[in-house]
């Protein structure tokens, strides 16, 4: 945790000018798509800026649910829908990817620290 001089050089300025309101729609079976919508300062909508979209699930896994997000390529609702089946597949894979070198780093460790563990005595 920070001491106290540490946090007082956080910047915790709003930038006022990339405001959104959140948005979020549900299947209630496996989707879940959030819009953001961009807004003004004054709360009202901003027409200039599009909205962006996020989709996001949970896979179960024997070590318990394992959420997969990613940024929908979508300008509209429907788009972001039809995007989502795909996009959830690449952050799956995605994320399979980096457990599998995550795993890998942690047998290259462990190989290395029994390695350099053993103690080797002269005849």
């Known amino acids: 945790m920070p001491n106290g001089a540490e946090g007082q050089n956080i910047d ?27 807004i003004k300062p004054d709360g009202s909508e ?22 997969i997000q990613s940024q929908l390529s979508a300008a509209t609702l429907d788009e972001a ?3 989502f089946p795909s996009a ?9 990817d980096r457990l599998k070198k995550m795993q890998q780093e942690e047998q290259q460790q462990g190989q290395q620290q029994q390695g350099g563990s053993r103690i080797y005595t002269p005849y």
């Open 12 to 38: 915790f300025t709003v930038n006022k000018d990339n405001l959104y309101r959140e948005e979020s729609v549900t299947d209630l079976k496996v989707a879940s798509i959030r819009k953001m919508v961009p």
């Open 46 to 67: 901003d027409p200039e800026r599009s909205p962006v979209f996020f989709g996001s699930t949970q896979l179960m896994t024997p070590e318990g649910p394992l959420p």
């Open 81 to 83: 829908m039809n995007e």
């Open 88 to 96: 959830m597949r690449k952050a799956l894979d995605q994320t399979i």
